[in-house]
């Protein structure tokens, strides 16, 4: 797309850069230990190793990031696991309609099971042909594209699938729920 102004959503600054932000702690989890996990309302929880998760088909997207804090950056291409392959094994219960991710450092973020289910939402453990770095997330994070980048939690371990919304680490202290970079969803 060569017009900014449709790719770039209002407020935002676009940089090179890839930023590093969390809460501090940065989890080191070898990849023998790794494990991924969803429970809750589905008709088929899973607890895969690293080796599971790799033999699960793979999936290439290219996507914009934009993070809260103003930076959006183009053009990350994410290797993983797609969230339509994901909920075709889990089979969500018609109950289910609101995720919440858990992460290795106690980050915790909610989303809608509509926002993951999404052509353009995976589980990444690859950025730009490399291992996802341990400081942007890795071994795997999930990437959820359409919003504010707080929502696609690092090091992730743990999803579980409910029937009501539970707000997460920044959505209890202020942040959007919704987190639509398009609206600005950014606070309250
Ligand atoms: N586990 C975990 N995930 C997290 C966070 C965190 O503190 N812990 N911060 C969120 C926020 S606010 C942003 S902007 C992005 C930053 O990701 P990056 O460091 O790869 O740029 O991670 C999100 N996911
Ligand atoms: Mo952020």
Redesign the pocket.
């Given at each position: 797309m060569s017009d900014n102004s449709r790719r770039l959503p209002p407020g935002q600054v676009l940089t090179q850069k890839?930023?590093?932000?969390?809460?501090g702690v940065k989890p080191d989890i070898p990849l023998d230990q790794w494990r991924f996990s969803v429970s809750g309302l589905v008709e088929n929880p899973i607890d895969w190793d690293w080796q599971e998760f790799k033999s699960q088909p793979q999936t290439t997207i290219v996507t914009d990031?934009h993070?809260?804090?103003t930076w959006s950056r183009y053009d990350n291409e994410w290797q993983g696991v797609s969230a339509k392959h994901l909920l075709d094994v889990l089979r969500p219960r018609p109950e289910a309609a609101f995720l919440v991710f858990y992460?290795?450092?106690g980050?915790t973020?909610n989303v809608p099971l509509q926002a993951f289910n999404d052509d353009d939402v995976m589980l990444a453990h690859s950025w730009n042909g490399e291992p996802l770095s341990r400081?942007?997330?890795g071994p795997v994070?999930p990437v959820i594209p359409k919003l504010?980048?707080?929502k696609?939690?690092?090091?992730?371990k743990h999803i579980t699938f409910m029937d009501k919304d539970a707000p997460g680490?920044?959505e209890v202290r202020g942040y959007h729920n919704d987190a639509d970079p398009w609206k600005e969803e950014r606070f309250g």
């Amino acid at each position: 797309m060569s017009d900014n102004s449709r790719r770039l959503p209002p407020g935002q600054v676009l940089t090179q850069k890839f930023p590093v932000l969390d809460l501090g702690v940065k989890p080191d989890i070898p990849l023998d230990q790794w494990r991924f996990s969803v429970s809750g309302l589905v008709e088929n929880p899973i607890d895969w190793d690293w080796q599971e998760f790799k033999s699960q088909p793979q999936t290439t997207i290219v996507t914009d990031i934009h993070c809260v804090t103003t930076w959006s950056r183009y053009d990350n291409e994410w290797q993983g696991v797609s969230a339509k392959h994901l909920l075709d094994v889990l089979r969500p219960r018609p109950e289910a309609a609101f995720l919440v991710f858990y992460s290795h450092d106690g980050y915790t973020t909610n989303v809608p099971l509509q926002a993951f289910n999404d052509d353009d939402v995976m589980l990444a453990h690859s950025w730009n042909g490399e291992p996802l770095s341990r400081e942007h997330g890795g071994p795997v994070r999930p990437v959820i594209p359409k919003l504010y980048f707080w929502k696609s939690a690092k090091w992730v371990k743990h999803i579980t699938f409910m029937d009501k919304d539970a707000p997460g680490y920044w959505e209890v202290r202020g942040y959007h729920n919704d987190a639509d970079p398009w609206k600005e969803e950014r606070f309250g």
